[in-house]
Every structure is written in C-alpha cells, then in structure tokens.
C-alpha cells in the first residue's frame, strides 16, 4: 500500500456513514453492488462495479479523494485522485 498526500488530510476519526446505503441507486432504484465510504464527509455510495458509479461520481463532484470499502470485513481504502489503494 501507499502513502498519499490525500491521507493525512482526512479527519479524525473517520466521519459517521450519512446512509446505509447509496441515496443516489436508491432515488432511481437501483441495486448498488458494492458500498464505499467517502472518508471526507461520510457520502455512501456505490463502487464503478455498479451502473450508476455513484462513488466515482461523488469524487468528480466534490474533490473528496479517499474513500474506504463500506462492505462487511473490509476496511481497505482508495484514492482516486492517486488512482491507488492507500
């Protein structure tokens, strides 16, 4: 793994999940495959694996780089921005 800029920017501790669930798959009724968790501001939403991209999107919308995995026993993290697992 590595080290990025983006990481020790981030809050501590991590912020509360907003949602169980991505809002956005659920507003048009889609099944989001895998959940992530921005660790900017708490935004769930679905991984590119999904249709709708919500995770990926909600980083081209606010900037917010790293997020981690929101799935059960997970807890590894990403960052766009560095396109790399931190």
């Known amino acids: 793994m590595n080290e990025c800029?983006?990481?020790s920017l981030l809050p501590h501790p991590e912020p509360p999940p907003l949602t169980a669930t991505c809002p956005e798959c659920e507003a048009v009724g889609s099944h989001p495959v895998q959940l992530r968790l921005c660790l900017a501001c708490g935004h769930v939403g679905c991984c590119d694996s999904s249709p709708l991209q919500h995770a990926s999107a909600h980083f081209k919308d606010t900037g917010h780089p790293v997020m981690r995995s929101f799935e059960?026993?997970?807890?590894?993290r990403w960052c766009?921005?560095?396109?790399?697992?931190v």
């Open 5 to 7: 800029p983006h990481v």
């Open 80 to 85: 766009f921005a560095d396109d790399a697992i």
């Open 72 to 76: 059960p026993g997970e807890s590894w």
